[in-house]
């Protein structure tokens, strides 16, 4: 019978970086007799209390008993890269994400999904990926599941199959769980941005032409209520980030949201609230409608509700009715035309009141509505800027003042943006009128 250390020296050497194909079978062996080794000293249930308890500590021990494991043969007897890949690779799966560490390191790299444990995507340039990289089981995934929603007093189990967390990086996390998840356990992490950008980075990226800069400049310089609206992807949270950045440091800000993305670099006056989810034994939630309530009564200059989707939305209509202009937020919808529907639908979870008389809010309380698109090759783009007029014939009264129109090229045979600027007379002379806009950035809207 072979030794270890025969069975080892058969194999390929490993490869770290989560793109290299066929990890998982050429280093089966190698990886296989460490980690037996490891856990025969220092059991994966004992490494999982040990973080629970003191995380630091924690780690210091496994460091320790790792580096105790590679000075003893066969380990010490392989070369060091192969040692150093063991021990990263280890403390990744403990104290990181395992599998998906180095696509979470990776800058390029906007979101992560996890469909079981031999089925990981990532998100890159708008574009999606299958990853060479694996879990070694679905348990291994609910560990790393487990592992993230501890330290936050959350569980997820067969009575609680669904968990939202953000980790400390900032990053949104998502896992559901069998036997919702039929295929495993899935997870979705996307990636939280450290910087902001601005309606001149937008703009360059070719997410809005640079002639609309001046516009969403003046229309938050002007205090309007503005809902920022798409479909999923579509970037509402960065866009709602961008716009935010032009709010005056003269003014108090309160931001109102499920997971915090937001961030404002400069700004010196923001109180940023976060709901929470209810703890082990059922208490302690905290609803976005419970903020919203609250953040009335901190004399906000701006509210800016990350995302409305249910029951919180009259609260928003009602804080924007009442004094508090300039708030903005987002919410899930195709077009502009949907944004009534939804938000009528969402002030029904929590009250009675006819669609007549929702639209009528709706109306008073939102100046313009932004819609963002995210295009089949990943861009996202803003697609429709839209002024709420009313209500007419038991609708919503929109005035398009900006539109993304699309022009097939026949020199080039490539289909190509055509943006479209509509009359906007009397709205824009109001920005004029307020020195929010000049009258050469205005032309477009004016003639």
Request: overall charge negative.
């Amino acid at each position: 019978m072979n030794s270890l250390f025969d069975a080892v020296k058969q194999r390929d050497s490993y490869e770290g970086p989560f793109e290299n194909s066929d990890v998982a079978g050429r280093s089966l062996s190698f990886e296989s007799s460490f980690e037996q080794a490891l856990f025969a000293v220092l059991p994966q249930e004992k490494i999982a209390q040990l973080i629970l308890d003191n995380r630091q500590a924690a780690e210091n021990e496994l460091i320790h008993v790792i580096d105790e494991v590679l000075s003893q043969a066969p380990f010490s007897l392989a070369d060091a890269t192969r040692m150093a890949q063991l021990k990263e690779g280890i403390l990744a799966r403990f104290l990181g994400l395992g599998p998906l560490e180095g696509m979470l390191n990776d800058p390029s790299v906007s979101e992560v999904m996890v469909n079981g444990h031999l089925n990981i995507f990532y998100e890159r340039a708008g574009r999606l990926y299958r990853s060479k990289r694996t879990f070694a089981s679905n348990e291994e995934v609910r560990q790393l599941i487990d592992q993230i929603i501890a330290p936050l007093g959350r569980r997820i189990d067969e009575s609680t199959p669904v968990v939202n967390a953000r980790l400390k990086e900032g990053h949104r996390f998502h896992a559901i769980i069998p036997p919702l998840a039929l295929d495993g356990p899935t997870l979705t992490i996307r990636k939280f941005r450290e910087d902001t950008y601005s309606l001149e980075d937008l703009a360059s990226m070719g997410c809005m032409p640079k002639e609309l800069i001046p516009l969403m400049r003046a229309l938050v310089k002007s205090h309007k209520n503005i809902a920022v609206s798409g479909g999923t992807g579509s970037g509402k949270t960065t866009f709602l980030n961008t716009l935010s950045q032009e709010i005056s440091p003269n003014e108090r800000v309160i931001t109102i949201e499920d997971s915090a993305e937001l961030r404002f670099l400069h700004h010196p006056h923001v109180v940023r609230l976060e709901s929470r989810s209810a703890n082990l034994e059922g208490k302690g939630a905290v609803t976005l409608r419970d903020l919203v309530i609250n953040s009335l009564r901190m004399r906000p200059d701006r509210i800016v509700v990350g995302e409305v989707r249910g029951e919180e939305a009259l609260e928003m209509l009602q804080a924007m009715n009442t004094g508090h202009d300039g708030s903005m937020t987002t919410l899930h919808a195709n077009s502009e035309l949907e944004v009534a529907g939804r938000l009528i639908t969402m002030v029904g979870y929590g009250a009675r009141f006819s669609s007549q008389q929702v639209l009528a809010q709706i109306a008073s309380a939102f100046n313009v509505i932004v819609q963002l698109v995210r295009e089949k090759n990943g861009m996202r783009k803003l697609q429709s800027i839209s002024v709420v007029e009313g209500v007419e014939e038991g609708n919503l009264k929109l005035e398009k003042i900006y539109e993304l129109d699309k022009k097939f090229d026949p020199h080039s045979g490539e289909t190509q943006d055509a943006p479209r600027y509509f009359l906007a007379s009397s709205f824009c002379k109001s920005l004029v009128e307020a020195g929010a806009l000049s009258r050469e950035e205005a032309h477009l809207w004016l003639s």
